[in-house]
């Protein structure tokens, strides 16, 4: 009897463990960051978090972790939209180089919270072609000095010539 009874308890325990852990997980999902983003640049990251890939999950935490070369992490807190089981964080990039970047989903009902990694972003530095001389601009400019310097040394000849003729 005494077995059957720890038989029992053995099982129950089992079914108990595996349906608490059959709710404890979620999927997260990022919008990509704008193309050619920039240091300084703020990147709106909507984040949809849904329990098992498929239900949108409210009352969640969410937060999106930069992290750049040599391990330096900035975090950024999600707050919820109007729509169920997205949230936005505004993100800042700190400075250009590459970072990469994860999603804390928060869903820690069940002891499930997981942190979801997504591929590296290359920063810029916002100096357009990234801080190289102008060459296309300067050559204009150039160009623009030199055909009005032409044209004042031609009006200042065609003055000299009408009055150096004196007559005699």
Known sequence: MRTLLLGLVAVAALALAGMASAGGWATAGVNQP????TAGSTWDAKISILQHGQTPLAGVSPTLTLIGEGGKRVTFP??????????????KFPSA??????VYDGFTQYGGATTHT???VSIGTGAGDGGGFP???ATAVIGL????L????LLARRIRIRHTAPSA
């Open 97 to 102: 180089g590459s970072w990469s970047y994860e």
């Open 34 to 37: 704008p193309d050619d983003p």
């Open 135 to 137: 060459f296309l601009t």
């Open 145 to 148: 000095l030199l055909a009005l």
């Open 150 to 153: 032409a044209t004042g040394y």
């Open 118 to 120: 997504f591929a590296p």
């Open 78 to 91: 999600a707050k919820p939209t109007d729509e169920t089981g997205v949230y936005v964080a505004s993100v």
